[in-house]
C-alpha cells in the first residue's frame, strides 16, 4: 500500500517568484506532499491558519505570517514550521520546542544582499540621496543659482567611525565593506566573540564613538528596545542611525524626535515597530529619513534561494531528517 503523503499548508504560492526563475519553486514540496497553498496575495488571518492548519503536518511560512502560540497548540499533528527568512520573532519559538516542532530558517543566503541594503541606506542617509532625488524630480532645481556652495550637505563615510550592533552574519559582512569604504569599525556583540578588523567595544562606548550605529542583532525579549529614547540620547550629536534588522530593536517615536530636533544627522530605514507604517506616521514628514518597505533580502536570487532553503527545512522535518538550519535547536535539546 502507498505510504500517506504529508499534507502542508504554504502560505504564499511564490507565484512571482516562478515568474523569475522560470520553475516553481514549490515545485519538489508539490511532488513530494499534498500542498494546501493560501490562493490570495495578501497572506492568511489567524483564523485563517487556525482553520488552514487542520490536519497539517508541515508548515511553510513567511514573516508576514504570526504563528503564535495559539495556533501552534492548536495544530496538532505538525511535525515542522520553515519560515522562509532568517528573522524568527514573528513564530513562537517556546511554543514550538514545548510541541518538539523544529522551525526552519534560511541563514546565510541572504547575508551579502541585506548588507548591500544597509550600505545603500548608510549612503543615501548620510548623502541624502532621496531628498536630493525629490528636489531634481519636484523641478524646484531650475537655474544655475539653485546650485548653493552649502547645499544639501551631508556626513563623510570615509574616516569616520561606523558601529555595528550585534556581529552575526549581516553584522559582519557590512564591516567587510565599511573597512573598503575606509571607515574605523567598531562592534558590540553579545558574545563579545572577536571579528576581524572589527574592534570589540561595551554598548555604551560604541553609542558614544559611532558617527554611525547599524543595527544587526535579532529581536528577542532581550533585544526589544535596545535602542531606547536613553540609548538614542547617548548617540554622538549628528550621528546617523541605519535599522534593517527589525522594528521593535529601535524606539521609533524616540528616534522620529532626535531626527526632527536634528539631535541625529539622519536614519536609513528598512524595518519598523508596526509593519507597514501609515502615512501619518511622524518619519514621513521628515527629510532626514530614507525608508524602503524591507527589502533586505529582495533581490531575484537571493529570494529562489531563500525559496529553495525553506521547502528544503520543510522537507527534511516531514521526513524526521534534521532541517538544514534549525532557529529553535537549543529549545529542542
Ligand atoms: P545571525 O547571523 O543569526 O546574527 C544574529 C545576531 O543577533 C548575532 O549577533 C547575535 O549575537 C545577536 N543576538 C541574538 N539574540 C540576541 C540577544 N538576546 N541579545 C543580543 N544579541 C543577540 O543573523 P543575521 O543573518 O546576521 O541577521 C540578523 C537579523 O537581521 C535577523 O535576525 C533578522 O531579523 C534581520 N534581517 C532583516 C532583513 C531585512 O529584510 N531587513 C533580512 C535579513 C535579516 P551572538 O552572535 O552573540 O549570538
Known amino acids: 500500500m502507498e505510504k500517506?503523503?504529508?499534507?502542508?499548508?504554504?502560505?504564499?504560492?511564490?507565484?512571482?517568484?516562478?515568474?523569475?526563475?522560470?520553475?516553481?519553486?514549490?515545485?519538489?514540496l508539490k511532488e513530494r506532499c499534498e500542498c494546501r497553498i493560501w490562493p490570495a496575495a495578501q497572506g492568511p488571518s489567524h483564523a485563517d491558519l487556525l482553520e488552514a492548519l487542520e490536519g497539517c503536518q508541515g508548515l511553510l511560512c513567511l514573516i508576514s505570517d504570526r504563528i503564535d502560540a495559539d495556533i501552534i497548540r492548536s495544530s496538532s499533528e505538525l511535525k515542522v514550521i520553515s519560515s522562509?527568512?532568517?528573522?524568527?520573532?514573528?513564530?513562537?519559538?517556546?511554543?514550538?520546542?514545548?510541541?518538539?516542532?523544529?522551525?526552519?530558517?534560511?541563514?546565510g543566503v541572504l547575508t551579502e544582499t541585506t548588507a548591500d541594503l544597509t550600505f545603500?541606506?548608510?549612503?543615501?542617509?548620510?548623502?541624502?540621496?532621496?531628498?536630493?532625488?525629490?528636489?531634481?524630480?519636484?523641478?524646484k532645481w531650475k537655474s544655475d543659482s539653485d546650485w548653493g556652495l552649502a547645499s544639501?550637505?551631508?556626513?563623510?563615510?570615509?574616516g569616520?567611525?561606523?558601529g555595528i550592533v550585534g556581529l552575526g552574519g549581516i553584522g559582519q559582512a557590512v564591516a567587510r565593506r565599511a573597512q573598503g569604504f575606509?571607515?574605523?569599525?567598531?562592534?558590540?556583540?553579545?558574545?563579545?566573540?572577536?571579528?576581524?578588523?572589527?574592534?570589540?567595544?561595551?554598548?555604551?562606548e560604541l553609542l558614544a564613538e559611532a558617527d554611525f550605529v547599524s543595527i544587526h542583532v535579532a529581536l528577542t525579549q532581550e533585544t526589544l528596545g535596545l535602542l531606547d529614547a536613553r540609548a538614542i540620547g547617548r548617540m554622538k550629536r549628528g550621528a546617523v542611525l541605519v535599522n534593517t534588522a527589525r522594528g521593535g530593536i529601535v524606539d521609533d517615536l524616540a528616534?522620529?524626535?532626535?531626527?526632527?530636533?536634528?539631535?541625529?544627522?539622519?536614519?536609513?530605514?528598512?524595518?519598523?515597530?508596526?509593519?507597514?507604517?501609515?502615512?501619518?506616521?511622524?518619519f514621513v514628514r521628515l527629510d532626514?529619513?530614507?525608508?524602503?518597505?524591507?527589502?533586505?533580502?529582495?533581490?531575484?536570487?537571493?529570494?529562489?534561494?531563500m525559496a529553495q532553503l525553506s521547502v528544503q527545512n520543510c522537507l527534511a522535518g516531514l521526513e524526521g531528517r534534521p532541517l538544514i538550519h534549525t532557529a529553535n535547536s537549543e529549545g529542542l535539546r
Request: glycine share 10%; charged share 20%.
Open 288 to 305: 532626514n529619513v530614507v525608508m524602503t518597505p524591507h527589502i533586505g533580502s529582495a533581490s531575484t536570487r537571493t529570494r529562489l534561494r
Open 152 to 158: 544639501f550637505l551631508g556626513v563623510d563615510l570615509h
Open 4 to 28: 500517506k503523503r504529508s499534507l502542508v499548508f504554504v502560505t504564499n504560492a511564490m507565484a512571482d517568484l516562478e515568474g523569475l526563475a522560470g520553475e516553481d519553486p514549490l515545485r519538489e
Open 120 to 139: 545603500a541606506l548608510l549612503l543615501a542617509a548620510s548623502r541624502r540621496v532621496a531628498e536630493g532625488d525629490a528636489y531634481v524630480r519636484s523641478g
Open 255 to 282: 528616534l522620529a524626535e532626535a531626527l526632527a530636533e536634528k539631535r541625529l544627522a539622519a536614519a536609513g530605514l528598512d524595518v519598523f515597530d508596526g509593519e507597514p507604517i501609515g502615512s501619518d506616521h511622524p
Open 160 to 162: 569616520a567611525t561606523l
Open 182 to 204: 575606509g571607515m574605523r569599525v567598531v562592534g558590540w556583540s553579545r558574545s563579545g566573540d572577536s571579528v576581524p578588523g572589527v574592534e570589540n567595544v561595551e554598548f555604551s
Open 84 to 107: 522562509c527568512s532568517v528573522g524568527v520573532d514573528h513564530i513562537d519559538l517556546a511554543a514550538a520546542s514545548a510541541q518538539g516542532i523544529p522551525v526552519g530558517n534560511t541563514p
